[in-house]
């Protein structure tokens, strides 16, 4: 089945540090892929998305590359803030007209001042 | 304008009751989905409506767990004869419509924390 693991956390990172969080997948087909943001007390936001093969999703200074041949899409941001601190969660949605969003576990960030 | 919201933000409730979940979508959007989210896990797809019609009922874990959406707009997840294991935080999401014409990108409410006791 259709499947997404991302690295476990927390993790916790002094500001302007380098961030990656780790996320492949496992997948019939070609998904499209996502990630999605969830601060303190607020629903699930998308940060970003990747629609097929070597296309770099990025928005607020986060960027992933959607990459095939190891069924990863990394998270990455050169300089992390404060106002960074939240839940990130990896997730899939086959392609076609499927609406089903899988996703990861979820990894909690903590950017300390 | 107004996003997804969901009533009520939290719900504590004893094993055996009968609860509902209600969420109000963004208005204009025809697809609406329900998602549960146990501690320490991902959001898991439960049911999607487009229009008032339930399109995919597959998530659902059990015939405890039902949810209509009468009029194409508010939906209500019901659970009855609630058991520790539904304690989860319930999320709704709302999108334009989905199905061959496009996928559109899921707006997620707050969501309701069930806690069975």
């Known amino acids: 089945g259709n499947s997404v693991t991302q690295m476990e956390g927390p993790v916790t990172l002094s500001e302007e540090a380098f961030l990656t969080i780790n996320c492949t997948y496992t997948a019939t087909g070609y998904p499209s892929l996502f990630w999605y943001v969830q601060y303190p007390g607020e629903g699930l936001q998308l940060l970003l998305k990747?629609?097929?093969?070597?296309d770099k999703g990025s928005n607020k200074g986060f960027e992933a590359t959607y990459r095939k041949e190891t069924t990863s899409f990394h998270l990455e941001k050169g300089s992390v803030q404060v106002s960074d601190s939240a839940v990130y969660f990896c997730a899939l949605r086959l392609g076609g007209s499927n609406y089903k969003l899988t996703f990861g576990k979820g990894t909690l960030l903590t950017v300390n001042p | 304008g107004a996003g997804v919201s969901q009533t009520p933000s939290n719900k504590v409730t004893e094993k055996g009751k009968y609860v509902e979940l209600r969420c109000d979508p963004i208005s204009g959007h025809t697809a609406l989905y329900w998602y549960r989210q146990s501690l320490g896990q991902g959001p898991e797809f439960l049911i999607y409506f487009q229009g008032t019609g339930a399109a995919d009922d597959s998530g659902l874990p059990n015939d405890r767990f039902f949810a209509v959406r009468p009029e194409g707009s508010v939906s209500t997840l019901k659970i009855q004869r609630t058991e520790r294991g539904d304690s989860a935080v319930y999320l709704c999401?709302?999108?334009?419509?989905?199905?061959?014409?496009?996928?559109?990108?899921?707006?997620f409410g707050p969501g309701t924390r069930l806690t069975v006791t």
């Open positions: 999401a709302s999108s334009l419509r989905s199905g061959a014409s496009g996928v559109y990108e899921q707006y």
């Open positions: 990747a629609t097929k093969a070597d």
